[in-house]
């Protein structure tokens, strides 16, 4: 039984429900050994804001102490400037740590004295980490790729550093080519530097960029026409850029843009050295012969040559060298904030705004059988499979945010625009799906949920917080951050009485097309091995994806109920390339058995019904034809089985003419209550029982075989709570669809229950699958 407060207001849009025990959500990354992000950056990642990775070997190989530290606070300060958060990677007593502190910061920088600290690219990032839990705790600074791995890791999609590693001259012999290269290949993150090294081999660099499909594009500067890759000190290489990038807007679009296709591999965006601080490409070139030179007589190779080179050009260049590597460093970084500010404004007027990829380390299976269960990484937790169903639920997964206004005195109980309002603001699991499924839970069901989430923070507190509430993650679908995916959220802003006032939804997951999911070898295995009585689906879905979902649902002999969650979205079962509902789809044949719209979700689904000619098919007159009445009813009798006022607004006749589609309708009508709306069999009880007689809207003839008549009726709330009593209205028609749904699958048929504690309603339908 539902506890009462939930009679209240069905009408109210829902996403989010709370039912008893009330569950707390609460946003964290998994806890993880090796990797660590700090609070300032986890938020910024979480909020969309501007985000820029820094990377530590400029500190700890690059720079000596104490400039290194003057340098890591300058080019700090340059991203916040800027509009950004800065987020330096380093690794501390074998952790990973993304956003160091100002004390991690000195502790780091400060080993380019005491030349202790590691120099950690993809390969030492395991070996540095394992012996740190081993116990022996070292200290490291990241290379260009150790750096982005860990940046994805935490979501962080723009990275600013100084240069590239790339092929070394004679790397066609050696061998010698840097990870940053093959780094970029295969992990999204955009990198703004100064070209590589100059003393490097940039054409074969370029080239095998050019294999790892990486996209190089290097900035105009103002400048017209083809321009050239830079050479780290120098702004000219002699060497075309294989892109021209004209500003930061255009670099944040080709993130976008890349992200949302998607493509796995990063980008590098070339920022030519200040033309204050470039030295002559002559002068340079002569330097850097000089330079390799010393360090082919002395034997330097591997990743002791970079270090020796660079100190060698600082020597012959007087320290002009060094001049410029700061200037380019801090022009990149700044640069780098500025396509990242772009960026996070591009996701904000795409209403994209949300969670970003932040997955762990992933374990192995056997390190995670060997991990405590509060411990387990929900993403990649071995789940045990539900081999039974009695309702599967397919439908949206999301993180709520409720801001109920908090008024005082004699304000308004509404908040003011354009302004801040106080406020009390609650966290919990929701989503259409989540809300129906875990109503049905609650009451007894055995229930398979089936959604999509991201690989993603949210996606990780969303499938740990399934499994406290006792629904099975095994059918959530999780889209790694190649595909561009955020787990949904959903934030609603509610008056005094807790009423909605406004609602904003990142729901974008849900909208992707069905090659983008894994539907016939995930979700439909699920739905033959359980054999579930009902399949309910909400309309978050892509309209192609929830046609697919009413096929397989009714392809294993599952009946459907359908949830409209929006008005806008409601249409979806009605549109004509991919429709779920269409005009042969009717009585006997209908593929929708039973549907929970409220009073504007009802509006919009007949007038896409209406608009698509499903409302002027054979099957569709034959039915209102057999019902004995006009496709409109009978005006005096609506008036009499449910208000003057519901017929004025036409609520009864849009049900009635939707009957024939979907052979029951349950409108929900906020304080008025439910109005029942369903198509009778032949032979259905009612139909002759006196207490039904004020509900039989009307009778079809004897002689029909596939109906019965038509059954109408308004059932008033339960109760009307005090206004201090109500806790929330968001997620009470969810909860309902959940309630009505869990009794026909445990076999409740024509149940009518009132009493203090709510009310459920059960029935047959019409045509058992």
């Given at each position: 039984m539902l506890p009462s407060r939930t009679a209240v207001r069905l009408g109210a849009r829902s996403t989010s429900v709370r039912l008893e025990p009330p569950r707390r959500f609460r946003h964290r990354l998994v806890p993880s050994k090796f990797l660590s992000v700090s609070e300032e950056v986890r938020h910024a990642v979480a909020t969309g804001k501007p985000v820029v990775a820094l990377e530590s070997t400029i500190y700890t190989h690059g720079f000596p102490y104490p400039e290194s530290v003057a340098l890591a606070q300058l080019l700090e300060?340059?991203?916040?400037?800027?509009?950004?958060?800065?987020?330096?990677?380093?690794?501390?007593?074998?952790?990973?740590?993304?956003?160091?502190?100002?004390?991690?910061?000195?502790?780091?920088?400060?080993?380019?004295?005491?030349?202790?600290?590691?120099?950690?690219?993809?390969?030492?990032?395991?070996?540095?980490?394992?012996?740190?839990?081993?116990?022996?705790?070292?200290?490291?600074?990241?290379?260009?790729?150790?750096?982005?791995?860990?940046?994805?890791?935490?979501?962080?999609?723009?990275?600013?550093?100084?240069?590239?590693?790339?092929?070394?001259?004679?790397?066609?012999?050696?061998?010698?080519?840097?990870?940053?290269?093959?780094?970029?290949?295969?992990?999204?993150?955009?990198?703004?530097?100064?070209?590589?090294k100059s003393f490097l081999d940039i054409p074969r660099t370029l080239e095998y960029l050019e294999t790892e499909g990486v996209c190089v594009g290097t900035f105009a500067d103002?400048?017209?026409?083809?321009?050239?890759?830079?050479?780290?000190?120098?702004?000219?290489?002699?060497?075309k850029s294989p892109k021209v990038i004209q500003n930061e807007a255009e670099a944040a679009a080709i993130i976008y843009a890349q992200s949302r296709l998607p493509l796995s591999s990063g980008m590098h965006f070339a920022n030519p050295v200040p033309v204050e601080h470039s030295i002559d490409k002559l002068e340079m070139d002569a330097i850097i012969e000089e330079a390799i030179r010393q360090a082919d007589a002395e034997g330097h190779r591997g990743s002791d040559n970079t270090p020796f080179v660079l100190s060698k050009i600082k020597e012959l260049s007087g320290g002009k060298s060094v001049e410029a590597n700061r200037a380019l460093v801090k022009a990149n970084v700044k640069r780098a904030t500025m396509v990242a500010v772009e960026l996070a404004k591009l996701e904000q007027s795409e209403d994209t705004l949300n969670e970003r990829h932040m997955p762990a380390i992933p374990r192995t299976v056997q390190a995670d059988q060997a991990t405590p269960e509060a411990e387990r990484d929900p993403l990649h937790s071995i789940t045990e499979e539900l081999d039974k169903a009695d309702v599967l639920v397919a439908g949206s997964l999301a993180i709520d945010l409720s801001c109920d206004y908090a008024c005082?005195?004699?304000?308004?109980?509404?908040?003011?625009?354009?302004?801040?309002?106080?406020?009390?603001?609650?966290?919990?699991?929701?989503?259409?799906?989540?809300?129906?499924?875990?109503?049905?839970?609650?009451?007894?069901?055995?229930?398979?949920?089936?959604?999509?989430?991201?690989?993603?923070?949210?996606?990780?507190?969303?499938?740990?917080?399934?499994?406290t509430e006792g629904l099975t993650s095994q059918g959530v679908q999780i889209l790694p951050a190649s595909a561009g995916a955020r787990t949904a959220q959903y934030v609603a802003v509610n008056d005094a009485s807790k009423d909605l006032v406004v609602a904003m939804a990142d729901m974008g997951i849900m909208e992707l097309p069905e090659s983008a999911l894994d539907f016939d070898g995930f979700w439909e295995p699920m739905v033959a091995r359980t054999k579930p009585q009902w399949v309910i689906v909400d309309a978050n879905w892509n309209p192609e994806v929830l046609a697919k979902w009413v096929t397989v649902a009714q392809k294993y002999g599952a009946r459907v109920a359908f949830e409209p969650v929006s008005a806008a979205k409601s249409r979806r079962l009605f549109g004509k390339a991919t429709a779920a509902i269409r005009p042969s789809a009717c009585v006997p044949d209908h593929s929708i058995s039973l549907a929970a719209p409220n009073q504007y979700e009802l509006a919009a689904m007949y007038m896409a019904a209406r608009e698509n000619d499903l409302l002027d098919s054979d099957g569709w007159w034959r039915i209102v034809d057999a019902m004995g009445m006009s496709a409109s009813g009978s005006s005096d009798r609506l008036v009499a089985t449910t208000s003057a006022s519901l017929v004025s607004q036409g609520i009864p006749q849009q049900s009635v003419q939707l009957l024939p589609l979907i052979p029951c309708i349950l409108t929900k009508l906020g304080s008025q209550g439910v109005l029942v709306t369903q198509l009778l069999r032949p032979g259905d009880a009612r139909l002759?029982?006196?207490?039904s007689t004020p509900y039989i809207l009307a009778r079809a003839?004897?002689?029909?075989?596939?109906?019965?008549?038509?059954?109408?009726?308004?059932?008033?709330?339960?109760?009307?709570?005090?206004?201090?009593?109500?806790?929330?209205?968001?997620?009470?028609?969810?909860?309902?669809?959940?309630?009505?749904?869990?009794?026909?699958?445990?076999?409740?048929?024509?149940?009518?229950?009132?009493?203090?504690?709510?009310?459920?309603?059960?029935?047959?339908?019409?045509?058992?699958?």
């Open positions: 300060s340059a991203v916040r400037t800027n509009g950004g958060i800065p987020a330096t990677i380093g690794i501390l007593n074998g952790v990973a740590r993304v956003g160091l502190s100002a004390e991690e910061l000195i502790e780091l920088t400060s080993t380019a004295e005491t030349k202790n600290a590691w120099k950690v690219s993809r390969r030492d990032l395991g070996y540095i980490c394992g012996l740190g839990m081993a116990g022996k705790r070292l200290h490291g600074g990241t290379t260009v790729s150790g750096t982005m791995i860990l940046a994805h890791m935490a979501g962080i999609r723009v990275f600013g550093t100084g240069g590239l590693g790339g092929v070394h001259r004679g790397g066609e012999n050696s061998m010698d080519i840097s990870a940053d290269l093959t780094e970029l290949g295969r992990t999204p993150v955009a990198v703004v530097s100064s070209g590589c103002g400048r017209d026409g083809p321009v050239d890759f830079p050479a780290f000190f120098t702004r000219d290489s002699g060497i005082t005195g004699e304000t308004s109980k509404t908040p003011a625009p354009h302004t801040s309002n106080p406020a009390v603001i609650s966290q919990s699991l929701g989503g259409v799906g989540h809300n129906v499924a875990i109503a049905s839970h609650y009451l007894g069901s055995s229930v398979l949920f089936c959604s999509v989430a991201g690989d993603d923070l949210s996606g990780r507190a969303a499938l740990s917080t399934l499994r002759t029982s006196p207490d003839p004897p002689t029909d075989e596939v109906v019965g008549g038509v059954y109408m009726r308004l059932f008033p709330p339960a109760a009307v709570l005090a206004e201090e009593e109500i806790v929330s209205v968001n997620g009470a028609g969810d909860t309902l669809l959940g309630a009505v749904i869990s009794g026909l699958a445990r076999g409740e048929s024509r149940v009518e229950e009132g009493g203090s504690a709510g009310r459920l309603f059960s029935y047959d339908l019409y045509f058992d699958p």
